[in-house]
């Protein structure tokens, strides 16, 4: 079975920045998309911003200009920058691995949180 582990969340002020990782506990071939979610707290988890095997991204409105998605194939990782912060990103952020097709897997993180606060 394959963990995704997910780190660099914390606590950061209000118009700071973070970084959060998102690694394989092993390696794993034919990835087709990266992605990351979020779970405000009281609310419905929701999608943040993905990026593909042809490098191409999207991300939700709420967060364009202000996070960028990215991915290491050789690490299978994947990073999404986040700044420009508010109070309103707090949440706790997952990671997701997906490959379809005729072998597909679908591998969600176990979530990192974010605080965002003064």
């Known amino acids: 079975q394959v963990q995704l582990v997910e780190s660099g969340g914390g606590l950061v002020q209000p118009g700071g920045s973070l970084r959060l990782s998102c690694a394989t506990s092993?390696?794993?071939?034919?990835?087709?998309?990266m992605g990351w979610y979020r779970q405000p707290p009281g609310k419905q988890r929701e999608w943040v911003a993905t990026i593909t095997a042809d490098g191409s991204s999207n991300a939700a409105d709420f967060v364009k200009g202000r996070f960028t998605i990215s991915r290491d194939d050789s690490k299978n990782t994947v990073y999404l920058q986040m700044n420009s912060l508010k109070l309103e990103d707090t949440a706790v952020y997952y990671c997701?691995?997906?490959?379809?097709?005729?072998?597909?897997?679908?591998?969600w993180g176990q979530g990192i949180q974010v605080t965002v606060s003064s």
């Open positions: 092993r390696s794993i071939a034919g990835i087709n998309a």
């Open positions: 997701r691995f997906r490959r379809w097709g005729s072998v597909s897997y679908d591998y």
